[in-house]
């Protein structure tokens, strides 16, 4: 099963795809910003899977909008009773999403290998 979801703007691109069955990977990159904030809700619409992840390691800059619409996903994830992490190696980027209480809110990892080992969820072998 292949469910790529595939968005591109000259500042941004979001790409969903499937991890696994239960574990998607929403990968971003450019600069998240009010003008790119809806193509990265546009990304994250819809049902969830058990677990999300935003990879945002390739994001150059992430604004205000681009947090709301991390923290907005979040919150439809867990009511759906979804999980939503982070990714994101920047040290900038991460003392932001600190800062903003963005990363209290959401967990948040330095690599997807750590998002994968914390979130994903245990088969039933």
């Given at each position: 099963?292949?469910?790529?979801?595939?968005?591109?703007?000259?500042?941004?691109?979001?790409?969903?795809?499937?991890?696994?069955?239960?574990f998607f990977v929403v990968?971003?990159?450019?600069?998240?910003?009010?003008?790119?904030?809806?193509?990265?809700?546009?990304?994250?619409?819809?049902?969830?899977?058990?677990?999300?992840?935003?990879?945002?390691?390739?994001?150059?800059?992430?604004?205000?909008?681009?947090?709301?619409?991390?923290?907005?996903?979040?919150?439809?994830?867990?009511?759906?009773?979804?999980?939503?992490?982070?990714?994101?190696?920047?040290?900038?980027a991460l003392r932001v999403?600190?800062?903003?209480?963005?990363?209290?809110?959401?967990?948040?990892?330095?690599?997807?290998?750590?998002?994968?080992?914390?979130?994903a969820p245990r088969s039933?072998?």
């Amino acid at each position: 099963m292949l469910d790529e979801h595939f968005v591109d703007h000259q500042h941004l691109t979001a790409r969903r795809t499937p991890y696994r069955d239960d574990f998607f990977v929403v990968t971003v990159a450019g600069e998240l910003d009010m003008k790119t904030a809806p193509i990265l809700a546009d990304a994250l619409a819809g049902d969830f899977p058990p677990v999300l992840v935003a990879d945002l390691t390739r994001v150059t800059f992430l604004s205000a909008a681009g947090m709301r619409v991390l923290l907005d996903a979040a919150e439809r994830a867990r009511e759906q009773g979804c999980c939503v992490g982070l990714v994101t190696d920047g040290r900038i980027a991460l003392r932001v999403l600190r800062m903003s209480g963005v990363a209290a809110s959401i967990p948040t990892f330095e690599s997807l290998s750590d998002a994968v080992r914390e979130l994903a969820p245990r088969s039933a072998d």
